[in-house]
């Protein structure tokens, strides 16, 4: 589970089915203290049926199109109502999930939830389509960081491994041991992170800061 904040609104963003599915109440109350009933008057337009219809059949190989289309012939007619739980229910469709508990609410796919987002304003699903393309390429980055931090923790293990059987002589102290590991590490450290364990404690290197890494000094 992620969070983002777009103009004072706190976003929920969720993973689903290896699929990112931002919440649609949280959404909704960038316009009004009643999210369900905003949900529920997007959900009733004629052009929404249509495109959550649309895309249902391209990613959703059991949506039933038979109870699409009673949908979208009632779409538009004053007495028509729609929730999220009963087009889920009657259609089996996937882009919308309904979650109860602590993080409860109507989550949608990335897709669905801009498209809503639109709805509400256009302004405000530019910021949110910004702040999510932000959250991702932060993600990525340190998606790469922790993998290079778990590949030095193998390497340091064999690197130790080697030092101990071919660079340390039997008879040096412990201290004398401690400072040929030391040394030794940091040639890891450089080749992972391009810094020391004693630079990357220093302030003047902010872009490693935030991060818990495996480096010994």
Known sequence: MAKIIVQ????????????????LTDLARHKSDEPNTVIANWMRN?????????????????????EFEGFRRQAGLNAFTLSPKKWIDA???????????RYGGTYAHKD???????????????????????????????SGWSAKRELSKINYRIHTDAIKHNLIPAEVTPAQAAFIYANEADVLNVAMFGV?????????????RPYTVFMVE
């Open 8 to 23: 004072d609104t706190n976003i929920t963003i969720i993973n689903h089915n290896g699929d990112d599915y931002i919440s």
């Open 46 to 66: 004629r052009n929404t049926i249509e495109y959550l219809g649309v895309w249902e059949q391209l990613y959703n190989p059991n949506f039933k199109p038979t």
């Open 91 to 101: 259609t089996d469709a996937i882009g919308i999930v309904s979650k109860s508990g």
């Open 112 to 142: 669905i939830a801009f498209k809503f987002a639109s709805w509400i304003s256009v302004e405000f699903e530019l910021y949110i389509v910004k702040e999510f393309q932000r959250l991702k390429t932060e993600e990525q980055r340190l």
């Open 196 to 208: 020391t364990a004693k630079q990357w404690r220093a302030p003047d290197v902010p872009e490693a």
